[in-house]
Nanobody
Framework: QLQASGGGLVQAGGSLRLSCAAP???????????MGWYRQGPGKQRELVAT???????DYADSVKGRFTISRDNAKKRVYLQMNNLKPEDTAVYYC???????WGQGTQVTVSS
C-alpha cells in the first residue's frame, strides 16, 4: 500500500529527500490518515520521527527538530521527508505509514557517513 523511496548514502551534513506513494489507496482514505515517517536503526527499536495531519499540522521527534521537514500532497497521495544536516545517528531504514502504524510496508535505507 505504501512505497518509500529516496534513501541512499550521504556524508554527514548532507541532505536527502524521502518520498512515499500510496498508488493503490483511495484518495479519501489516504486523506483520512495522519501520516508519519518512522525509522529503525541498527539494533534499535522503530521510532516515530515525524507526523503530519491532512491539514498540514506537523510534529517531530526532538532528535530531528529543526533538521527534518515532513510534508504531504493529498491529491497525489504522497508524503515527503526533507532531511537536512544529516548525522551518522540518523542512519536507519525509514518507513512511511499511518499513525498509528497499520501497513508495515517496505522502507528505504539511509546511511550517513562521518
Amino acid at each position: 500500500q505504501l512505497q518509500a523511496s529516496g534513501g541512499g548514502l550521504v556524508q554527514a551534513g548532507g541532505s536527502l529527500r524521502l518520498s512515499c506513494a500510496a498508488p493503490a489507496m483511495i484518495t479519501s482514505v489516504f486523506n483520512s490518515y495522519i501520516m508519519g515517517w518512522y525509522r529503525q536503526g541498527p539494533g534499535k527499536q522503530r521510532e516515530l520521527v515525524a507526523t503530519i495531519t491532512k491539514g498540514g499540522t506537523t510534529d517531530y521527534a526532538d532528535s530531528v527538530k529543526g533538521r527534518f521537514t515532513i510534508s504531504r500532497d493529498n491529491a497525489k497521495k504522497r508524503v515527503y521527508l526533507q532531511m537536512n544536516n544529516l548525522k551518522p545517528e540518523d542512519t536507519a531504514v525509514y518507513y512511511c505509514d499511518s499513525d498509528p502504524q497499520q501497513f508495515w510496508g517496505q522502507g528505504t535505507q539511509v546511511t550517513v557517513s562521518s
